[in-house]
Structures are given as C-alpha cells and as structure tokens.
C-alpha cells in the first residue's frame, strides 16, 4: 500500500502538476483544466488552489526530498506572497485574474487558513523563516478579524478593508450563514501545522527572536515562548468549539452551518465526508496540542465522529457525499476528495486504537480510487462517479476547487504513518 501511494503520488498527481498546470508566461501556476483535460490559460486563480499547490509540493519535499518538488514548492511560496497578500490591509485575496491582478479581494478566513497551511509547511521543509512570519501575521488577521469573543468561535469573511460582508458563502453551494464546520475545520487545521512548526523551530532555537517580516534571520532562531503559548491558547479553544458546538451530540455528526450565537441552521445535514475528515484532523490537533487532559476528552469524540460517518459508506468500500434530512435529498455522488479522506480517516482509526475493521475500510477505499478515480493514461483523477458508476467529466481536473491537496496529503499520511508502525 506504501509504495503503490508513492507512485501514485509522484508519478500520478504530482506529475500532472509540474507537466501541466505550471504557467511559464504570467507566473504560479494556471487555473483551470476542465473535466476533459482541455487547459484554459486566462483562467482567474484562487487563493484556495495556489495555498493548496504550495502545501502539497512542501509536505512532498519534506517527505521525499525531490529537488524538483522544492522548486515547484518555491514558485507557488513566491507567487503567493507577491501576489495574492494584500500589502495594505493584510490578508489574502480570495482570487487574481490570470496575470496576477486582484479579482475579488473579499478576506475569506478559509483562504487565510489555508495559506497559513501551506507557508507553514514550505517552513517545516525547508526552515525559512520569513515564510513563517508571513504565516503569523495572517495567523494574527484571523485572531484579530474572525475570532467572535461575544460568542466564540470564528466568522467566515470580510472585505478587503476588514468590514462586514452580506454574503460571506465559500461558495454558490453552501448556505449564508455567519459560521460554518467547514471554515473552523480549516482554521484548526492550519492552527495544528502551525503550531507543530512553531515546536520544531523552538526545539532548534539558540536564543528568542520576534520575526518581522522581511528580516534576515540568522540560524538557529526561532520564535518566543509566548508565540507558542498563543497559538496553543487558540488550538485549545477551537477543539473545544468542536466538540461543545459543532459536534451534535444526539447524532454525533458535524453541524455545518450556525447563527452567531450557535443556534444551527440551514437545516439537518449530514456531510460524511467532513465527518470522516474531522474525525482525524480533530485527533491530530490534540496529539499536536499534547495536553493529555484534552487527548482524553478527544479521542472518544474521534471514533464517534468516525462512526457517524458510516452512514455514508457503501459495499464498495467507497462512501458517498452528504444528505439533508429535512428535504430527502442525498448527494450520492463519489468525490474524488471524500474518498481521500475516508482513507485516512480508517487508518488513523486501526493506527492508533488497534481497529482491525477500519484498516480492511482504508483499503477497500484505496482500491475504489484505484480502480474508479484515477486517470491513469492523463493523470490526476476525476472529480467523482455518479451513483450509476458513470465518470464525471463535467467538473474540473485542476482548477479552483480540485487541487493537488485532499489526494496528495492521502499518500503522504499512509507513507508517514507507516513509518511510524
């Protein structure tokens, strides 16, 4: 299993990416190829792709060490911070037109989160720190502009200038409201790498520095205490709104949408692929955390979320979407990224509590993507299948939500993992 995601990652998806998606003309990398493979140059570029390549070709370096990964890894780095952080009001733009220029300069915090993800990483495998202070000045952008400290908890988006917005969706698909299970999952999770990065950088310190951002630092400096203290501060606060908030406690799945004040809304949905995906982000953030006092208090939630999850499993070892109760309707298709999930989520479940059953559902998982998702004579792999078994090809291949990033990070969890066993 190790070595078919190796090559699977490097041959299949990261392949794909250097061949096809790198823009030699404008810079970064292009946009969009559509579900047919037929590559659309002016495409605009999203803050969500670009983080998404960053994180992907660092975590690859950092992993197997490729040259080629850090060169790709250094371009994306670059890009972002020449264009896509707003240099006058902080930030991230949440998309450019195809030469670089500002589109929509909304302050979504799921991009914040995610370029935080991805500088992080870039540090972690390379130990530059000036990619490190960009992460903690956009870690600062959310504390200062998302986080509710009436109701806690973070808000989804703002202007440019940081005021508020009247639509503050992700996009045409989810429901308008204030706060969403999909925007603190991917806060949490940049806050955990963060917060790991940060340990690694203390761990080698010589003496306490305060970075600023365009500082040559000299070797072996790493951050203050305090830094550390803050970012646990916040990691501790948003395991705790996962599990007293979002986690529903009468059906052990995740919330998606709430008012301000946690009162849920939109309806009863269900969104299995999210379950699964927090079931392992949630354990990491508290393995990253290390207080065995909230460990103890996550791990339960961890397999509870897990086998929530399960209502959307199928025969095949593949799981579906999501559901919405109230209206009957259930989203059966098979995303390419739920599948991702899936598999890491059973591992982490027979990795660290000894489940022989989860482990038999990662790989029965592994061999749907294999046989049902990857574009072996292309690259890449498709969006999903329908319920039918026919392959989508009207989504995209590449473009501002499929990224290198849900199947990548797949790969180099069960290498990693299994290293570790």
């Known amino acids: 299993m190790k070595q078919e995601m190796q090559d699977v990652l490097e041959k299949n998806i990261l392949r794909f990416w250097l061949d096809k998606m790198v823009d030699r003309e404008n810079g970064g990398f292009y946009g969009r190829i559509d579900g047919s493979g037929v590559l659309h140059p002016k495409a605009e570029k999203g803050a969500i792709l670009n983080?998404?390549?960053l994180w992907s070709f660092s975590a690859a370096y950092r992993v197997l060490a490729n040259p080629e990964y850090l060169e790709a890894a250094t371009r994306a780095k670059d890009y972002i911070i020449d264009y896509f952080i707003d240099k006058e009001y902080g930030g991230v733009y949440w998309s450019l037109d195809y030469k670089g220029n500002p589109l929509d300069t909304k302050k979504q915090f799921y991009a914040i989160g995610f370029?935080?993800?991805a500088l992080t990483e870039y540090t972690r495998a390379t130990g530059d720190r000036e990619t490190l202070d960009y992460a903690l000045q956009l870690y600062d952008c959310i504390e200062e502009h998302a986080l509710d400290r009436e109701h806690n908890g973070y808000i989804e988006a703002c202007t440019r200038e940081w005021g508020e917005i009247a639509d503050m969706r992700l996009s045409e698909l989810d429901a308008n409201y204030p706060k969403s299970q999909n925007t603190h999952l991917h806060i949490i999770e940049p806050y955990t790498n963060l917060l790991r990065c940060l340990k690694e950088m203390r761990a080698q310190?010589?003496?306490d520095y305060v970075p600023v951002i365009g500082s040559v630092l000299p070797v072996g400096i790493s951050v203050p205490?305090?830094?550390i203290v803050g970012v646990e501060a916040s990691q501790r606060n948003l395991i705790n709104i996962f599990t007293d908030n979002i986690l529903n406690p009468e059906t052990h799945h995740l919330d998606l949408f709430f008012e301000m004040d946690w009162t849920r809304g939109a309806g009863h949905l269900e969104s299995y692929g999210h379950d699964i995906e927090c079931s392992w982000l949630l354990h990491e953030a508290a393995l990253v955390l290390g207080d065995q006092k909230v460990l103890q208090k996550v791990e339960p939630v961890v397999r509870e979320v897990a086998k929530?999850?399960?209502k959307g499993l199928r025969p095949d070892g593949s799981m579906i979407h999501e559901a919405n109760l109230d209206t009957g309707h259930v989203d059966d298709d098979l995303h390419w990224w739920v599948q991702a999930e899936s598999v890491v989520g059973w591992f982490n479940l027979y990795q660290y509590f000894g489940d022989e059953q989860a482990l038999e559902r990662a790989v029965r998982c592994w061999e749907y993507i294999k046989t049902q998702l990857i574009?072996?004579?292309?690259g890449e792999w498709y969006w999903s299948r329908y319920p039918d078994g026919s392959l989508n090809t009207v989504d995209d291949k590449a473009g501002f939500w499929k990224c290198p990033y849900h199947n990548s990070r797949m790969c180099l969890e069960i290498i990693e993992r299994?290293?570790?066993?």
């Open 115 to 117: 370029v935080i993800y």
């Open 51 to 53: 983080a998404r390549i």
């Open 375 to 378: 574009d072996w004579d292309k």
């Open 418 to 421: 299994l290293k570790e066993i």
């Open 205 to 207: 310190e010589s003496c």
């Open 308 to 310: 929530a999850s399960e």
């Open 225 to 227: 205490q305090e830094t």
